[in-house]
């Protein structure tokens, strides 16, 4: 069992930045890949960034350069910064833990709003 809490979205203006935060509790050293899906009014879910347990990272080329995805593994917690932003990012945004034993689980948090507005 894995739960997600996530913290940080808000309100901010275009070319603004926010810092999103999830920390897993619960089985956290099971945990493989992290990451960060958003969805906006009318629009599917979409990846944002992920983040493997050794580092590596995929983004979304809507967010490349923009937004920089992290972890603490000792934390259990995993991050994104997020600078330069658009009113497109405007979304619901949501963390996501997989799990891999003893076989694959996607666990997702409540979701945290952000919204970039004049």
């Known amino acids: 069992q894995v739960q997600l809490v996530e913290s940080g979205g808000g309100l901010v203006q275009p070319g603004g930045s926010l810092r999103l935060s999830c920390a897993a509790s619960g089985s956290g050293s099971s945990i493989s890949t992290m990451g960060w899906y958003r969805q906006a009014p009318g629009k599917e879910r979409e990846l944002v960034a992920t983040i493997s347990r050794s580092g590596g990272t995929n983004y979304a080329d809507s967010v490349k350069g923009r937004f920089t995805i992290s972890r603490d593994n000792a934390k259990n917690t995993v991050y994104l910064q997020m600078d330069t932003l658009k009113r497109e990012d405007t979304a619901v945004y949501y963390c996501?833990?997989?799990?891999?034993?003893?076989?694959?689980?996607?666990?997702w948090g409540q979701g945290t709003q952000v919204t970039v507005s004049s």
């Open positions: 996501n833990a997989v799990v891999i034993m003893p076989w694959r689980y996607d666990y």
